[in-house]
């Protein structure tokens, strides 16, 4: 299993949330910075891979529903591959 920590603390838009995300997972260069894209990174490259993102209450706040929507796809993601696994701290 691939392990990767993503700090979400100095996310203010959903810019900065792919933009930390490019930084730390293995994306691949046609990534579209949507939620439709990171669907597809997570069940085509994500198998296999434990994400945690961490410091997720500022970025809840602030980025709400779009934030919410990113982490029902995200599970949504989970029970697709069935051997990617994602948690949210605060």
Known sequence: MNEY???LGF???ADDLYNEIE???PIPA???RTLDAFHDVLTDEGRNWKI???GCSPCEAILGKYMR???KMCAKAMEETGTLDIT???
């Open 5 to 7: 920590t993503i700090d």
């Open 11 to 13: 996310v203010f838009s």
């Open 52 to 54: 945690t993102f961490t």
């Open 23 to 25: 930084a730390i997972l």
């Open 30 to 32: 046609y990534f579209g």
């Open 88 to 90: 949210f701290e605060d």
């Open 69 to 71: 929507t990113f982490k």
